[in-house]
Nanobody, 123 residues
Framework: QVQLVESGGGLVQSGGSLRLSCAAS????????MGWFRQAPGKERETVVT????????YYGDSVKGRFSISRDNAKNTMYLQMNRLEPEDTAVYYC????????????????WGQGTQVTVSS
C-alpha cells in the first residue's frame, strides 16, 4: 500500500510558475504507475500527466503540453509537477495518484490518492 501527500499549491499570477510535490510512503513509487490530476469546481477530474517509471512512458494532457513537466527524486520517494506559464484555466485542486498495472489516463482506474493541493492562478 502506498500513501500520497501533495504539497506546493498556492496563489500565483498568470504567467507564473509553481512546483507541486507528491511524497509517497509505504512502498516505493517506482512500483506504480503514477499521475497528476486536477479538478476545478463544477468540472470532472482531468488528467494532467501520467507516467510509468519503469517503461518511461509519459502522457501529458493537451492543455498542459509544453508547460508542465513531471519528474521524481527516488531518494526522497517524491514526484514533482513543474508548472510554467500558468493560466487562470489551470486553477483547480491538484491530486497525485498511483495504480499498479498498465499506464492509464482514466482517474477511475487509480487506487491511491492524495488529499489534493489547491492551485489558484489570478489573471
Amino acid at each position: 500500500q502506498v500513501q500520497l501527500v501533495e504539497s506546493g499549491g498556492g496563489l500565483v499570477q498568470s504567467g507564473g510558475s509553481l512546483r507541486l510535490s507528491c511524497a509517497a510512503s509505504g512502498r516505493s513509487f517506482s512500483l506504480y504507475v503514477m499521475g497528476w490530476f486536477r479538478q476545478a469546481p463544477g468540472k470532472e477530474r482531468e488528467t494532467v500527466v501520467t507516467t510509468n517509471w519503469i517503461s518511461g512512458t509519459t502522457y501529458y494532457g493537451d492543455s498542459v503540453k509544453g508547460r508542465f513537466s513531471i519528474s521524481r527524486d527516488n531518494a526522497k520517494n517524491t514526484m514533482y509537477l513543474q508548472m510554467n506559464r500558468l493560466e487562470p484555466e489551470d486553477t483547480a485542486v491538484y491530486y497525485c495518484a498511483a495504480r499498479r498495472g498498465a499506464i492509464s489516463s482514466l482517474p477511475r482506474e487509480y487506487d491511491h490518492w492524495g488529499q489534493g493541493t489547491q492551485v489558484t492562478v489570478s489573471s
